[in-house]
T-cell receptor, first 113, second 109 residues
Framework: DTGVSQDPRHKITKRGQNVTFRCDPI?????LYWYRQTLGQGPEFLTYFQNEAQLEKSRLLSDRFSAERPKGSFSTLEIQRTEQGDSAMYLC???????????FGQGTRLTVV | DAKTTQPNSMESNEEEPVHLPCNHSTISGTDYIHWYRQLPSQGPEYVIH???SNVNNRMASLAIAEDRKSSTLILHRATLRDAAVYYCIPRANAGKSTFGDGTTLTVKP
């Protein structure tokens, strides 16, 4: 296992289209996190899963955003009706229960044109 | 989340030690102090964490003030590969944190 994997690495989409990103965590990690990072800022927490349960959602996660982790392994983050303000890097991280450190993927860079 | 204050930027010469400070005066008693760094075009990378005692690992050392209101990340010999944004995160679980703006470390050859 080489770490947290995210797909795609880059996505360019037209305003109003839907996009979906995938995150494959480290295999024994039951915790999974999604973040958004805009240029020059630190990552902002979006949502958190423990196994398949979505336990926490930030107020940043508008109704156009939905995340799933159906079998407690990989996760998807969908953005519906994309807006230019959604342009950002979307990062996924995973962690093992009982440990505080999280491991990040390289992110998916979304550009909405 | 506890509020943090870090310098926006710092510079170091290669092979010299670097001390990166962080103030977290509102930290709660159960919060760990985590440090992550983010290299250009990469996701953040875990560096070190501690609760009360100073901590060492292969990447860095973490010095925690006795009152826990501040901490310092120490890179003993900076290399060009250490150029990154360094984030200090005081929280029980770093995974659910918003990172703040961090300190951009520039390492000069």
């Amino acid at each position: 296992d080489t770490g947290v994997s995210q797909d795609p690495r880059h996505k360019i989409t037209k305003r109003g289209q839907n996009v979906t990103f995938r995150c494959d965590p480290i295999s024994e990690h039951n915790r999974l996190y999604w973040y958004r990072q805009t240029l020059g800022q630190g990552p902002e927490f979006l949502t958190y899963f423990q196994n398949e349960a979505q336990l926490e959602k930030s107020r940043l996660l508008s109704d156009r955003f939905s995340a799933e982790r159906p079998k407690g392994s990989f996760s998807t983050l969908e953005i519906q009706r994309t807006e230019q303000g959604d342009s950002a890097m979307y990062l996924c991280a995973s962690a093992q229960e009982g440990r505080t450190e999280a491991f990040f993927g390289q992110g998916t860079r979304l550009t909405v044109v | 989340d506890a509020k943090t204050t870090q310098p926006n930027s710092m510079e170091s010469n290669e092979e010299e030690p670097v001390h990166l400070p962080c103030n977290h005066s509102t930290i709660s008693g159960t919060d760990y102090i985590h440090w992550y760094r983010q290299l250009p075009s990469q996701g953040p990378e875990y560096v070190i964490h501690g609760l009360t005692s100073n901590v060492n690992n292969r990447m860095a050392s973490l010095a925690i003030a006795e009152d826990r209101k501040s901490s310092t990340l120490i890179l003993h010999r900076a290399t060009l590969r250490d150029a990154a944004v360094y984030y200090c995160i005081p929280r029980a679980n770093a995974g659910k944190s918003t990172f703040g703006d961090g300190t951009t470390l520039t390492v000069k050859p």
